[in-house]
């Protein structure tokens, strides 16, 4: 295997918990895809979204010492599935290239973290370092005959000078990676509005209001599914889309797959190995539609 598709790979801690099915299905696609996932041993919480709004040292260290354990891989690139995780790693990244920051942060590193790590969302080497004719190629079930609008959600992409990858306002790459797939995609004008993220637990009206806005646009494309590649994105959308519907009187009855699921079904991989059935929303309509412009 080229060592250029070996990555240090950092689930997350939802990964191993609530989006356990964006782990697994992300794992299972790379494998089946000859992307190799180097799990970063004994790695730790990056802060997720609390950190940083204490201390902005404490959250810098926090990824930081991830970053320093991919250092003792010997590798130079680490890969995360997750929006939330990536912007954590790649803000830290940026950061302890500050000698005054890379000092105070490493003060709290039982090993010093020395720098040149890179950090990248999975979906971006899959774009850029596989490609989307190799994924084109290795497609044995396309998914023609489904229709899908993408979310990215309002991190993935953004701040620019952060995350650069794709387009901070148009976004693109899931969409092409299921066009590449086989499948109908339709313009979504919401792509990266927010969904109301973690404001679900504080001011649960503010996410129905913004995840219910999302629904109706895509109702209103007549699409067979949603996709997303954010955790927190897809809970919202689909955990809570029968609260939506309770809380606005909508009807929705829309799945919302992680991309890599559905990229997953298009390589032939078992709907179990991609925790298909982890989903709230029963995702079996989008799936029959799946071959049926053959039918």
Not at 197 to 219: T, W
Request: with cysteine.
């Amino acid at each position: 295997m080229s060592d250029s598709l070996t990555y240090a790979y950092y689930p997350g801690c939802s990964g191993t918990g609530t989006s356990i099915e964006y782990d697994m299905s992300t794992r299972a696609v790379c494998a089946k895809l000859g992307v190799h996932l180097a799990e970063i041993p004994d790695w730790s919480c990056c802060g997720s979204t609390p950190a940083h709004t204490v201390d902005h040292t404490l959250s810098c260290a926090l990824s930081a010492r991830n970053l320093q354990l991919v250092e003792g891989m010997n590798l130079d690139t680490a890969v995360t599935p997750c929006p939330s995780c990536l912007t954590n790693l790649k803000t830290a990244e940026r950061r302890m290239n500050n000698g005054d920051m890379l000092e105070k942060a490493n003060k709290l590193l039982d090993t010093p973290y020395t720098g040149g790590v890179a950090t990248k969302s999975v979906l971006q080497i899959l774009v850029e370092d596989l490609g989307l004719d190799a994924l084109k190629k290795l497609a044995v079930k396309p998914l023609k005959g489904l229709k899908v609008a993408a979310y990215y959600g309002c991190i993935m992409n953004r701040p620019p000078e952060v995350m650069q990858f794709d387009d901070p306002e148009h976004p693109m790459s899931m969409d092409n990676i299921m066009k590449a797939l086989g499948a109908t995609v339709l313009p979504f004008p919401l792509k990266v509005e927010c969904c109301g993220a973690s404001f679900g637990i504080p001011r649960k009206d503010i996410v129905m209001k913004l995840s219910g806005k999302l629904l109706d646009a895509a109702d209103g494309l007549g699409v067979d599914a949603l996709i997303t590649a954010c955790p927190l994105c897809q809970m919202n959308l689909d955990l809570r889309q029968s609260q939506i519907n309770s809380a606005t009187g909508a009807k929705h009855k829309i799945p919302v797959f992680y991309y890599t699921q559905l990229m997953g079904l298009a390589l032939g991989l078992d709907e179990k190995e991609l925790g298909i059935d982890k989903l709230c929303v029963s995702p079996r309509n989008a799936i029959n539609a799946i071959g049926s412009e053959n039918k």
